[in-house]
């Protein structure tokens, strides 16, 4: 599939909700000396355009997630799932279900969120995010510290799910490959 490079005026944006197609989107912080400032712009744009537009919030998978360390993990999932689906009859079976396939045993589900792995802490937010049935995800520039197999591996991953799940994907990084694997990229001028 050939990528294509968006760059949208701040007032195109606004006319039209730009992540309306179930895909894998890329924002590109290009700036490199004021990166963290950008990102930060990039998600408070992000978010400003889904309460314009009325549109689900969306999850998060980031670097230094919200979860509460001296929680277990099955809470800190459970906590998440009731707050974002709230009607949800069996919020416990949902996330003790996607924990088994997701292969973490209930030994490890009582076991508090700070004693995982920030690899596992990855995976833990996006089962709490497809547990919580949101429709899109927003990934943090967390995959400039992964390695290339791990990064092509999570791009697979997230591809895959875009596609299994029919969710969006908006992965803000500064890494140049990363953005050029976007189904639909953006540039960061587009948000700022």
């Not at 701040?10 to 490199?32: A, H, N, R, V």
């Not at 980031?62 to 509460?68: H, S, V, Y």
């Not at 700070?114 to 996006?126: G, H, N, R, T």
């Amino acid at each position: 599939m050939a990528s294509s490079l968006n760059i949208l005026k701040k007032e195109q944006l606004l006319e039209d909700f730009p992540f309306g197609e179930k895909s894998f989107y890329t924002i590109f912080l290009d700036d490199e000396e004021h990166q963290e400032v950008q990102a930060k712009k990039i998600y408070k744009s992000l978010i400003s355009l889904f309460n314009e537009f009325h549109q689900e919030q969306p999850g998060y998978i980031l670097q230094d997630p919200p979860f509460i360390n001296y929680l277990t993990l099955l809470q800190n999932m459970l906590l998440a799932v009731t707050l974002a689906q709230p009607k949800l009859r069996s919020p416990e079976l949902v996330v003790l279900d996607a924990l088994e396939e997701s292969q973490f045993s209930h030994k490890q589900a009582e076991k508090r969120i700070a004693d995982f792995s920030p690899q596992q802490i990855k995976e833990i937010q996006l089962i709490t995010n497809l547990c919580s049935q949101k429709q899109t995800v927003i990934i943090d520039d967390w995959l400039k510290d992964e390695n290339d197999i791990q990064q092509k591996n999570w791009i697979l991953i997230l591809k895959s799910l875009v596609k299994q799940e029919q969710i969006s994907v908006i992965l803000v990084t500064s890494n140049p490959t990363i953005a050029d694997m976007g189904e639909i990229q953006f540039n960061s001028d587009s948000f700022i």
